[in-house]
């Protein structure tokens, strides 16, 4: 009888006890799930670049992106030239995401034959909740090579010469849903020059928007104002307005520019368009991306 109330009494306490540690164990969970997470902006441009310019976006970690730019002719060139479409320029490129913060990439265009390869990288993400961070800023650096015969083959002519490199700090904000804006100092060395007028190290500040019209269609615009006494006199700040229109797999960016070239070296230090003389073309970039490598982290 001793025996049985002891486990009597053993089962009693046992039961009682329970609903405690129990509820204590419910209690430890639910603070434990209600720690903040970090949140961060995501899709501040659809795609890597917003016209010409590189934007907030990287290429996802083993993820190819393959980007063909096109640039027609001049739309003053008038119906003789069916308002610039006889003419066009090109650029084929491969960006691959090596990890979410690093991003690379390879491309060729028909101006000027220009090889150009580049590096990208997120130093900072904006960010909410655990960790606040309230700006997105990127490194960009890009190498260039001119490919064109020499004008002169007799003359002493260096591989360097044909050299071009562009450093880049881009600093963006996603402001809402629909809107973000990116600010973009930049420094171009050209190893050769066409006059000693001009400068090697050519500063810019580049401004870069988008307003996001519907769920599969944006606005963007993008514009490089370039310090004086740097450049050729009648080179102009490269101005692009356009259209990212979604479609599945593919992004199709619509736009108008003044400038030709697709690479920062050309369109910043060597955009020869006037806007008000109708000196503007017509151009697209579509981007269609691959996995390559399946990556499930954030």
């Known amino acids: 009888m001793k025996i049985f109330r002891k486990y009597f009494l053993l089962a009693l306490t046992f039961f009682a006890v329970s609903p405690t540690v129990f509820a204590q164990d419910d209690l430890l969970s639910l603070i434990e799930d209600e720690k903040p997470t970090t949140e961060f902006a995501k899709a501040s441009f659809k795609t890597t670049r917003v016209i010409n310019s590189q934007s907030l976006e990287n290429t996802a970690p083993g993820v190819l992106d393959m980007k063909i730019s096109h640039r027609f002719g001049p739309l003053n060139g008038g119906a003789y030239e069916l308002f610039g479409l006889d003419a066009a320029t090109i650029r084929i490129g491969l960006d691959y995401g090596i990890s979410k913060h690093l991003m690379i990439g390879v491309g060729r265009s028909s101006v000027q034959k220009t090889y150009d390869g580049f590096m990208k990288m997120k130093l900072l993400r904006q960010s909410s909740g655990a960790r606040n961070m309230p700006v997105s800023v990127i490194w960009f650096s890009s190498i260039a090579l001119n490919s064109l015969k020499w004008q002169n083959p007799e003359r002493n002519n260096y591989f360097s010469s044909r050299l071009a490199y562009t450093h880049q ?41 988008r307003q996001k019209l519907t769920r599969r269609l944006a606005i963007n615009a993008e514009y490089y104002y370039v310090l004086p006494d740097q450049i050729a006199e009648n080179m102009r700040n490269s101005l692009a307005i356009g259209f990212d229109i979604e479609t599945g797999g593919h992004v199709f960016q619509l736009h108008f520019t003044n400038s030709t070239a697709m690479v920062e070296k050309g369109f910043i230090t060597e955009t020869d368009g006037n806007w008000f003389d109708g000196d503007i073309r017509f151009g697209f970039n579509i981007s269609r991306v691959f996995t390559i490598k399946q990556n499930n982290k954030d």
């Open 169 to 209: 700090l881009i600093f963006g904000r996603k402001f809402s849903e629909g809107f973000t804006l990116q600010f973009m100092p930049t420094v171009v060395h050209r190893n050769l020059i066409a006059t000693n007028a001009e400068k090697h190290d050519v500063i810019a500040f580049g401004v870069a928007g």
